[in-house]
Structures are given as C-alpha cells and as structure tokens.
Nanobody, 123 residues
Framework: QVQLVESGGGLVQAGGSLRLSCAAS????????MGWYRQAPGKQRELVAD???????NYADSVKVRFTITRDNAKNPLYLQMNTLTPEDPALYYC?????????????????WGQGTQVTVSS
C-alpha cells in the first residue's frame, strides 16, 4: 500500500506560480511512476505530468512549457512547479503513484491516488 498526501494548493492570481508537493508513505525509490492528474468541475480527469523512476517525463501539451515535475528518488516528496497559471488551470490536483508487476510478460499496473489539493486561479 502507498499513501499519498498532497499539499501546496491555494488561490493565486493569473500569471502567478504555485508548487504542489506529494508526500508518499514509502520511499519513492520503490515506486515505478509518479505523476499529477487534475479534474475541473464538469470535466474528465486528465494527466498533467508524470515521471518514471528512470527519469522519463511526460507532460500534457497545455502545461508543457509552464509546469515542471520533479522527482528525486533519494528524497520525498514529488513536486509540481506550476508557473504562469491561467484561468484554464484551476482544478483539484491529484498525486498518483504506480507500481508495476509482470505476469507472464504482461505489465500490470497498481495505481494509488491521493485525496487532491485544490488550485484556484483568479483573473
């Protein structure tokens, strides 16, 4: 089991910055992939960014030049630096952790989710 606790959300003016943190109950060295999703009211949950234990990063096109996901396997937590926030960014941001196992050569994902932290942007 992996427990995740997010923090760092809040209210910020458009153009401002926030840094989200995600503390895991285990060493993140043992987690294969970690990331951030977000869900705005009336919209589907979407991937914001993720990073593997090997350091491969993936970003949603809408945040690619503004957000940075940081993971240090020797430390805890996982961070999401969000710059130049816009009115399209407000949402509940969730931290995720994924452990992979292999069964007959097929990778099986074991995801864990935090409770989320709210980000609000005022125009």
């Amino acid at each position: 089991q992996v427990q995740l606790v997010e923090s760092g959300g809040g209210l910020v003016q458009a153009g401002g910055s926030l840094r989200l943190s995600c503390a895991a109950s285990v060493s993140i060295f043992t987690i294969d992939a970690m990331g951030w999703y977000r869900q705005a009211p009336g919209k589907q949950r979407e991937l914001v960014a993720d990073v593997t234990s090997g350091g491969s990063r993936n970003y949603a096109d809408s945040v690619k030049v503004r957000f940075t996901i940081t993971r240090d396997n020797a430390k805890n937590p996982l961070y999401l630096q969000m710059n130049t926030l816009t009115p399209e960014d407000p949402a509940l941001y969730y931290c995720t952790a994924d452990r992979w196992t292999f069964l007959s050569g097929i990778m099986v994902s074991h995801p864990y989710w935090g409770q989320g932290t709210q980000v609000t942007v005022s125009s």
